[in-house]
């Protein structure tokens, strides 16, 4: 039988426990037991999907001609500042990835404001800073500059109706090379500033022009529209400077959020929006408990009637995989869809098809002749290598779809391979050592003498 059972039960209770933990809990908190002090906390509160929660999705194409040459490097570099300005509104269950060569799929679950989503998607455009000479420029106002994203030619200004020709100007910088940005207060009480870093290549051009035009503007465009022109008071040459202006705290956090995240490396359009209200959502959830629960159910009544002790013993090993399972998707976290649920259930059903292997090897040993403790010793170790191999090309098969649904933005496919994986992983866990050991910990005590009855002979 097994020599270290002690030791396994200690790591399945610990286990449990720490699973049972994290799933009736929102929020984990561990306190110093001395001054009451938090030492560690984290939200575990479980994620909803789109199809579960309600939201937003959103479906964004590169606004370039087909012809120009995208990089993968560029699309992801979108992705992550179309995440990170999303999240600075608070709506940090977002997932956003590309999806193919030049798409971008967003998908905001509960989200209440759908047109702050899509003002904030449409603003992530390009981020420059125009020298204006001695004109400060008013905010909103729309200018031309001399830049363009991927390389394509300006096109000359159209005259306007009085004959006179736009001005065109000269981008300095982009968004590109700032590195940091953050909000300061003032010399004066209530007064907020922005500080910004820059890189080394714009703290080189940065000193170079700033030098050269002290007491002129040098205005911020995102987008072609401006959003500040502050005046050049000294040059700034240590690649560090501050942006100064009426802002209150609210004013200068955005404008802060803006600067750290408005330089798209390329100009993204929005294609299709599609809402999905929180009434469909929660009418999927609850069908879907309603389905997880009886076919649990069910599987749990069949392995106690068919397989008797083993299964009484296999049930309890199920319940603890589920435990484990919703635990562990609660703290990566895992952000839970319909697809992703069905791949949780299919995978139960690994769990189980290692148990009845294991079982049905166990019943062929006994019936051969062997004592109890050699049919259980030899039902694993031969059933073992079918488990692994099955449940390795299960695996291998859920990592294809996940590099799939990443690739080709399908996260259905994403969710359900990623839920399966996992699923699967613990099921493997949960069969090799979890059941054994419960059944060894049963028989230790419990020394049935009609293995007919007991094992369904």
Do not use: C
């Not at 125009?130 to 390389?151: A, C, M, N, Q, R």
């Not at 802002?247 to 404008?255: D, H, L």
């Not at 309890?316 to 952000?335: D, G, M, N, Q, S």
């Amino acid at each position: 039988m097994i020599r270290n059972l002690t030791t396994r039960l200690v790591v399945i209770v610990a286990i449990a426990a720490l699973a049972i933990w994290i799933d009736t809990s929102e929020k984990l908190t561990i306190y110093n037991p001395i001054n009451q002090t938090i030492l560690y906390q984290r939200d575990v509160s479980p994620r909803l999907g789109l199809d579960l929660r309600g939201g937003l999705q959103v479906l964004m194409e590169a606004d370039l001609p087909e012809d120009a040459s995208i990089t993968a490097e560029s699309m992801e570099v979108a992705r992550t500042i179309l995440e990170n300005r999303t999240n600075a509104l608070g709506v940090a269950e977002n997932t956003i990835q590309v999806a193919g060569d030049r798409r971008i799929v967003g998908e905001f679950p509960g989200v209440q404001d759908s047109d702050a989503v899509l003002a904030t998607i449409q603003q992530t455009g390009l981020l420059e800073f125009i020298d204006t000479g001695d004109v400060s420029l008013p905010e909103g106002l729309e200018v031309l500059t001399d830049f363009s994203p991927g390389g394509t030619p300006i096109p000359a200004p159209e005259p306007l109706e009085d004959g006179s020709v736009p001005t065109v100007y000269r981008t300095i910088m982009t968004g590109a090379d700032l590195k940091s940005v953050s909000v300061v207060s003032g010399q004066l009480a209530g007064a907020y500033q922005i500080a910004f870093t820059l890189s080394d290549d714009g703290s080189r051009v940065f000193g170079v022009h700033t030098a050269a035009n002290v007491g002129k503007y040098l205005t911020i465009v995102l987008d072609k529209k401006v959003i500040s022109s502050p005046r050049i008071d000294s040059a700034i040459t240590g690649g560090e400077g501050v942006i100064t202006g009426n802002y209150t705290a609210e004013s200068a956090n955005a404008f802060a959020v803006q600067l750290r995240y408005g330089s798209l490396p390329i100009p993204l359009k929005i294609v299709e929006t599609r809402y999905i209200g929180a009434t469909l959502g929660e009418d999927s959830l609850q069908k879907s408990l309603i389905a997880g629960l009886v076919g649990m159910t069910i599987v749990i009544l069949f392995m106690g009637l068919y397989y008797r002790l083993p299964g009484i013993v296999a049930d309890i090993a199920i319940l603890f995989f589920a435990a484990v399972a919703f635990a562990l998707f609660k703290w990566i976290p895992v952000t839970l869809t319909l697809p992703g649920i069905a791949g949780f259930l299919l995978s139960t059903g690994s769990a189980l098809d290692a148990n009845i292997l294991i079982f049905e090897r166990i019943k062929e040993e006994l019936r051969s002749g062997r004592t109890l403790e050699q049919s259980i010793d030899q039902g694993w170790l031969r059933a073992r290598s079918s488990i692994f191999d099955s449940n390795m090309a299960t695996v291998i098969t859920s990592l294809i779809l996940f590099w799939f649904g990443s690739s080709f933005g399908a996260t259905i496919v994403k969710g359900f391979s990623l839920t399966l994986m996992l699923g699967v992983a613990i099921s493997l866990f949960t069969a090799i050592f979890v059941t054994r050991s419960l059944l060894a910990l049963v028989l230790k005590y419990f020394k049935p003498k009609n293995l007919e009855f007991w094992f369904g002979i």
